[in-house]
């Protein structure tokens, strides 16, 4: 068996046992934490009897003991059957969460395509022009990124496009009961994926300057301009190729990062992802959907974690995994 | 004014560029709001016997056999043209509209004696078991006729009846009792008889309804109606303001935002909801009653209400704020510092607690409640209580109240609201000694024999001409013995777009019903 596929066949078992630890700890987060779904679907200003409550709980099972019910949650986990939610539709969690998935894909990958280019790019300048007007123009602009919290950049961004410039829906993925159009979509899509990739933008920017400039002092950065190479060919062949691999692992990492900065955005612009989607089981306490949104982001963050590490071994060759 | 232009170009460049558009669409045959349950939010929950809000919604394509009128002071006929009491109280009978079932079949008392049924029975989820036990048999004589037959007059039962919609026989009949709370039919293929037709839920985003042209009381003014869903207050009073939706209930704070705004109609109503110091009767603290009016003295009502509430709320000095309600002469309770500490003085308050810390619980978590909170904390404070205000989420608070072993101290005073109308029955769950956990709500664990008598009384009544009267009775006791510390009964805000016309909406407790005659709501282009 080839090196790499034993490598990924040792991590996949690792991602399996992680993900079984993460369904044990999110159930027992999920029960210390207090209320439970019949304490968020009962509207205190709309009384409901102790006994009522309890007939509910009997009837979703939420009276048996814990281990009782996390096994029996387990069991059918394994099988793919992820339960239904507990709110009022009751829809089944595995379709709910996958067709949230598909949304979170979109709006994340158009936001960290937007930060990785914007980044990269923004990072080069700043270095190739160390200290000049256009370097502290970017670090200005990253800093303010870095700094501004994403429930923020969202509430004003939504203000500005929506509210005052009405240039962007305030929120959906579609119009409400049109048909699908692709212009509609990327309508809708522009400005929330605008303002989750800023963040992100800004970190790329600042790790690349700082690693381009590293590399822009190596030896061999120096034996290619002596070779008479051009300079473009300098920056981007010998040095950026070099600078990129530190920018990887903080890209592999921010993926992480981005699910938290998701939630803020889908929340604020309603889009239909897996953010909204836990926001929203987290408040009515809907433990199938919460662990089951678990299990599917963790999955893919490991997955994702995992395909990170083998891009090292395609970029440096110098690396081996394994 | 041409540096603004070029500044506002500028910012539009780059998205305009992503959308390839410019103003938003606008569909003058669609009417899209958010209209229920919180701003710009929409029920969750598709099934009327399971929902506890979300009717203004519902409403739309499922039918009551009685509702509100769109004053909340009279119910009147809905699916039933006509009803009929009779002497003893014990005998409802319901004369029915000719109406039909969206898929063409005709509506009969066969579908009324079904979803009665289905509504006594718990086994089906129904929230109306309980508060339909007294109904013993549904006849329907003929097709066109439905007589419920009671154990015992109820003089709540037609406030509940408009709230249990009327569901067809020939479509859920076939589906297991058991199965109904959360099957698919709800929220793919229901059917009513309301002016719209369920069209399209898309999860989180959106339902869409479609007129109804065979509507019996007229075809519809509009092609469809749309609910969108906002997870985020912000969202939806962006999108009311864009002009993307016509329609959302708001925040009070945000009401402000459309004041003076010549494009949008601020709609305000009562809330139905009268807010409470709650005092925990299992916490010696409150005891005695010289304690809890010296609550009510301390706390200045008038200067929260003009100053936090921006006067948009009536002082409640009982569970009713109703004028019919309420009788003259029960006391004002006053802002009078000094009279609150010459009470708890002569109650002994050093003794009884002094300075010790209490816990005021609360899970109302907006910014205006948290200044509330800390308006009571300083003027008990000025008087010597000192309550400490925990602010909750829904489901801690209930996990804390409705505990079934209780820390008392951890809710020795909440900061809650109970619905008080359109029925003023509807307070007797939170404050009856017969209403203690688990049979019920009384979650304060008020045991006032005055007040129970009190509310028996006006529950039994069944000359609906002495019904103001008993609630008079129940509102003077809750005056004089303090079961809770009735603050006040706040407005709630709709904002209306002024493209739409013969639109009705008011912030009625769960949405409703009333009749808000959807068939007439029309969209000015």
């Known amino acids: 068996m080839p090196r790499t596929l034993r490598y990924t066949a040792r991590r996949l078992l690792a991602g399996a046992a992680m993900l079984l630890a993460l369904s044990a700890l999110v159930f027992l987060l999920l029960r210390a934490a207090p209320g439970d779904p019949v304490d968020a679907y009962v509207n205190p200003s709309v009384a409901m009897s102790p006994q009522d409550m309890a007939m509910l709980r009997e009837r979703l099972g939420l009276d048996r003991p814990l281990p009782v019910q996390y096994f029996a949650w387990l069991r059918q986990a394994v099988t793919g059957d992820l339960g239904f939610s507990l709110q009022g539709t009751g829809e089944a969690v595995l379709p709910l969460v996958l067709s949230r998935l598909g949304p979170t894909m979109l709006l994340m990958a158009s936001g960290l395509l937007l930060a990785i280019g914007l980044g990269i790019a923004g990072g080069v300048v700043g270095a190739v022009r160390r200290n000049g007007a256009a370097d502290l123009s970017l670090s200005v602009i990253a800093f303010l990124g870095i700094s ?3 429930f923020l950049t969202a509430l004003l961004g939504l203000y500005l496009f929506s509210v005052r410039l009405r240039i962007a829906p305030s929120g959906g993925m579609l119009t409400a009961g049109a048909a699908f159009s692709l212009t509609d979509l990327l309508a809708h899509l522009a400005l929330p994926a605008l303002l989750l990739s800023i963040g992100h933008t800004a970190l790329i920017m600042r790790y690349t300057r700082a690693s381009m400039l ?20 300098v920056i981007a062949r010998h040095a950026l190729r070099n600078a990129l691999l530190p920018v990887v692992t903080l890209i592999g990492s921010t993926i992480g990062v981005a699910i938290g900065g998701a939630v803020f955005i889908e929340s604020v612009f309603n889009w239909p992802g897996m953010g909204l989607l836990m926001v929203t089981a987290v408040r009515a306490r809907d433990y199938p959907v919460i662990m089951g949104a678990a299990l599917i982001i963790g999955g893919f963050v490991i997955l994702l974690n995992l395909l990170t590490d083998l891009a090292y071994a395609v970029i440096d060759p110098r690396i081996k995994v394994g | 004014m041409l540096r603004r232009t070029v500044t506002k170009l500028a910012l539009s460049a780059p998205l305009l560029a992503a959308t390839g558009r410019g103003a938003l669409a606008q569909d003058a045959s669609t009417i899209s709001g958010g209209f229920d349950v919180g701003p710009g939010g929409m029920p969750g929950n598709f099934n009327p016997m399971t929902a506890t809000a979300g009717f203004t919604w519902l409403s739309l394509y499922l039918e009551p056999l009685v509702i509100y009128d769109a004053k909340l002071e009279a119910v009147v006929g809905a699916l039933a043209s006509t009803y009929q009491v009779s002497p003893d109280q014990t005998a409802y009978t319901f004369r029915l509209a000719d109406a039909r079932w969206h898929d063409g079949q005709a509506f009969t008392s066969a579908d009324v004696r079904f979803t009665i049924e289905l509504a006594k029975n718990a086994a089906s989820g129904s929230n109306f078991a309980a508060r339909l036990a007294a109904i013993t ?11 419920l037959k009671l154990s015992a007059p109820n003089a709540a039962l037609l406030d509940t009846l408009t709230k249990v919609m009327m569901l067809p026989a020939h479509a859920l009949s076939a589906i297991p009792t058991a199965d109904l709370p959360r099957h698919a039919w709800w929220s793919t293929t229901p059917i009513g008889t309301g002016p719209f037709k369920f069209n399209r839920y898309v999860n989180g985003q959106y339902v869409a309804l479609v007129a109804n042209p065979d509507y019996r009381g007229g075809k519809p003014k509009v092609d469809r109606v749309v609910n969108r869903y906002f997870e985020n207050t912000a969202g939806a009073v962006a999108a009311l303001r864009s002009g993307e939706i016509q329609f959302s209930y708001v925040e009070s704070d945000d009401v402000a935002t459309f004041q003076n705004n010549p494009a949008f109609r601020i709609i ?21 009653v010289r304690v809890r009016r010296a609550v009510m003295h301390a706390i200045d009502r008038a200067a929260i209400i003009k100053s936090l509430y921006g006067g948009a709320a009536l002082p409640a000095d009982c569970g009713y704020v109703s004028p019919a309600l309420v009788p003259p002469g029960i006391d004002a309770y006053a802002h009078d510092p000094a009279r609150a500490k010459a009470l708890l003085a002569e109650a002994g308050w050093a003794q009884i607690n002094g300075s010790k810390p209490i816990t005021l619980l609360t899970y109302y978590n907006t910014p205006l409640a948290a200044n509330v909170m800390a308006a009571i904390q300083a003027m008990l404070a000025e008087v010597g209580i000192n309550v400490v205000p925990r602010i ?13 072993t209780p820390d008392w101290n951890s809710f020795a005073m909440v900061y809650a609201g109970l619905q008080n109308g359109p029925d003023p029955s509807i307070i007797n769950i939170g404050l009856n000694e017969k209403q203690l956990p688990p049979a019920g709500a009384n979650i304060m664990r008020v045991r006032m024999p005055k007040l129970t008598a009190a509310f028996d009384a006006a529950l039994g009544e069944t000359d609906g001409s002495k019904r103001a009267q008993r609630y008079q009775d129940v509102c003077r006791v809750m005056n004089a013995d303090l079961p809770w510390g009735t603050l006040w009964v706040t407005s709630r805000y709709g904002v209306a777009s002024t493209r739409l016309k013969d639109f009705t909406w008011i912030p009625a407790p769960a949405g409703g019903p009333y009749e808000a005659h959807p068939e007439r709501w029309a969209l000015a282009r």
Request: charged share 20%; aromatic share 12%; net charge negative.
């Open chain 2, 392 to 404: 909750v989420d829904v489901p801690t608070y209930n996990s804390i109240v409705y505990a079934a």
């Open chain 1, 214 to 233: 590293e590399v822009l002092n190596q030896d061999y950065v120096r034996t290619a301009r002596a070779k008479g190479a051009r300079e473009f060919s």
């Open chain 1, 148 to 150: 501004s919290p994403a």
């Open chain 2, 268 to 288: 305000e109503g009562n809330s139905y909801v009268v807010n409470y110091l709650g005092f925990n009767q299992e916490v010696p603290v409150w005891k005695d």
């Open chain 2, 137 to 147: 048999a549904v006849e329907t004589p003929d097709a066109h006729t439905a007589v």
